[in-house]
């Protein structure tokens, strides 16, 4: 398994930014596709965004489509997902996920979990 930590959220003002960071360790970063998933209060955790171990593919929840970009650095061993143009409905804990093949990322079927990180987009 990979370990996975995740950073960088807080409470913003809708309309705002934020970048949430994930870095890994305990194997090698570049084998895995990355991913975001987000579960809100009293909500079923949720797809958010994917990225493959080249970074040439990505796939978007059509919530997030056109505010939010993620994006790897393999050499930092790290993934990130900048958030723009937030809405209050994008409150939620944000975990990232590892896996190798970016259908089980999508699927959410990884065992590579990291703690999570909050955001709270306010009105």
């Known amino acids: 398994q990979v370990q996975l930590v995740e950073s960088g959220g807080g409470l913003v003002q809708a309309g705002g930014s934020l970048r949430l960071s994930c870095a890994a360790s305990?194997?090698?970063?570049?084998?895995?596709?990355m991913g975001w998933f987000r579960q809100a209060p009293g909500k079923e955790r949720e797809f958010v965004a994917a990225?493959?171990?080249?970074?040439?593919?990505?796939y978007y929840a059509d919530s997030v489509k056109g505010r939010f970009t993620i994006s790897r650095d393999n050499a930092k061993t790290t993934v990130y997902l900048q958030m723009n143009s937030l809405k209050p409905e994008d409150t939620a804990v944000y975990y990232c996920?590892?896996?190798?093949?970016?259908?089980?990322?999508?699927?959410?079927?990884?065992?590579?979990w990291g703690q999570g990180t909050q955001v709270t987009v306010s009105s």
């Open positions: 990225i493959s171990w080249s970074g040439g593919s990505l």
């Open positions: 996920t590892a896996a190798q093949g970016i259908l089980n990322v999508r699927l959410g079927s990884s065992s590579s």
């Open positions: 305990g194997r090698t970063f570049s084998n895995y596709a």
